[in-house]
């Protein structure tokens, strides 16, 4: 995506910080704290819902995503591991004490309403059309009916050959990816007789799957990473694209033509998809980011990392359209970083002109003046000083900056 430039434009670097290796597009927002290990995450509104495994499900609120709060909590006797939100409540895979139904109405106070115990040990949860999908490691997909969320039942399952890890649920069918069955695709049209017509086989352990229009992507662990598999025939799914991530990639979020995925040791990946045949990757932050699930709530992207908890990470690509135009007369802006203090030139023309300090998504984040601004608290990042009313443009250059 591209960012207009809203007039004059020139990048700002701040004090002691330089191009990294270790990221590229991609930079940390903000991020809080969990009591234990963050697994997955799921995000709905202003709020984050983190599975934290030995602490339940915690809330946090990501209204303004640069100092995310948590907000409250409800402890689960097993191990959270998985969760995803549908309506006014969260469904947690919470191991070998099943599924778990908490109402969310109120975010600040979650109430466990109802829960059924799975005969394996629910590792993801996906929920659509009245049914709750458990990936139920050893014991396959099993169907729960959440019609009654006080009241869950089981309906049916389907066994699969490994150790079920995750589900994604796309109309009548569920897509789950299995440890050593690779990818298996279940028709659940009959929710209470869910039948597998179809699979592709991934060369390492399939971790995480996510589904998107006519493709499905599976990540696994220390082997090709990303699989793009065509499912428009869901009988005959078939690969048609992948992506060497290397290391282990336990989960993948897609949006708006981007595939978000988690690996370890190697943080955060951004893949550009919009030719699912050919994904190239366009961002990563792996400065010591450890994700194990990942979501996308608007132009956030939200990543479960164990010990860290949440963190919130920004994806601005190659956004920014660098102008080619020459600086006009009499326009002389120019901006230096010293110590966290931006010194903004004064324009050669006498005439006021209002500048402001505009992040990588074309957001005001702080109105400059001539002379010295404090910036020492912002974020790293890439950063543009603009100044309104002013014909001409300069030529912009764009870098990633790094604390």
């Not at 450890?290 to 992207?301: C, D, R, S, T």
Request: net charge negative.
């Amino acid at each position: 995506m591209r960012i207009p430039l809203l007039a004059s434009v020139l990048i700002l670097t701040l004090a002691s910080v330089a191009l990294a290796q270790d990221s590229l597009n991609v930079r940390l927002v903000g991020g809080c704290g969990t009591p234990n290990i963050a697994d997955d995450v799921s995000v709905v509104g202003a709020y984050a819902y983190i599975a934290d495994q030995n602490s339940g499900l915690r809330v946090i609120l990501v209204s303004d995503p640069t100092h995310p709060v948590e907000v409250g909590y409800r402890d689960t006797p097993g191990r959270a591991c998985g969760v995803t939100v549908s309506g006014d409540y969260a469904y947690v895979a919470d191991f070998g004490s099943g599924l778990r139904v908490m109402a969310v109405a109120d975010p600040a106070h979650p109430v466990e309403i109802g829960d059924l115990d799975t005969p394996g040990e629910a590792c993801g949860v996906a929920v659509g059309g009245g049914h709750a999908y458990v990936a139920d490691g050893l014991s396959g997909l099993r169907v729960i009916s959440v019609a009654d969320p006080a009241h869950p039942v089981e309906v049916g399952y389907c066994d699969t050959p490994g150790y079920a890890w995750d589900v994604a649920v796309n109309a009548d069918h569920a897509f789950v990816a299995d440890d050593t069955g690779g990818f298996r695709v279940l028709s659940v049209a009959d929710p209470a007789h869910p039948v597998e017509v179809g699979y592709c086989g991934t060369t390492g352990p399939a971790n995480g799957v996510a589904v998107s229009g006519e493709f499905a992507y599976v990540v696994d662990g220390n082997a090709i990473g990303l699989y793009v598999i065509s499912v428009s025939d869901p009988s005959h799914p078939a690969e048609v694209g992948t992506y060497d991530l290397a290391g282990t990639a336990t989960d993948v979020a897609i949006a708006g033509g981007y595939a978000y995925a988690a690996t370890s040791p190697f943080g955060l990946r951004v893949l550009d998809i919009a030719d699912p045949a050919k994904p190239v990757e366009v961002g990563y932050y792996n400065r010591g980011s450890q994700p194990a699930g990942v979501a996308v709530g608007g132009e956030y992207i939200y990543a479960a990392e164990a010990t860290a908890g949440l963190r919130i990470y920004q994806h601005y690509g190659g956004g920014v359209e660098e102008g080619r135009e020459r600086c006009g007369a009499g326009f002389a802006l120019a901006a230096t970083v010293v110590r966290g203090v931006l010194s903004l030139a004064e324009a050669s023309s006498h005439k006021p002109q209002a500048a402001s300090l505009m992040d990588a998504s074309g957001r005001k984040v702080l109105d400059l003046r001539p002379g010295a601004n404090d910036v020492s608290l912002l974020a790293p990042g890439v950063y543009f000083v603009t100044q309104n009313g002013l014909r001409s443009t300069v030529r912009a250059r764009k870098v990633l900056v790094t604390k």
